[in-house]
């Protein structure tokens, strides 16, 4: 699945990124699964400030996702 960032997480991951996310992932294990994998982003992007949003809506953690919507991250 895309994921995209803005701002500050965009200069440190890039602007998109590819990442696998298994049937019934949340938002919150997208989160764990990118702070994994880039762990010099990790208090940003688990540290609470950074909102979610699935489509056209701000989502929580426990949002489901299915690969086929746009997931973006957005810094304060």
């Avoid at 965009?10 to 699964?33: F, K, M």
């Avoid at 919507?69 to 810094?75: G, H, L, R, T």
Wanted: charge should be negative.
């Amino acid at each position: 699945m895309i994921v995209t960032f803005y701002g500050r997480l965009a200069d440190r991951l890039g602007r998109q990124i590819d990442v696998e996310a298994a049937p019934g992932c949340s938002v919150g294990d997208l989160r764990l699964r990118i702070a994994d994998r880039f762990p010099e982003a990790a208090d940003e992007l688990l540290g609470g400030a950074v909102r979610a949003c699935v489509g056209d809506e701000i989502v929580t953690d426990a949002t489901i996702v299915d690969g086929r919507q746009s997931i973006e991250f957005f810094p304060p």
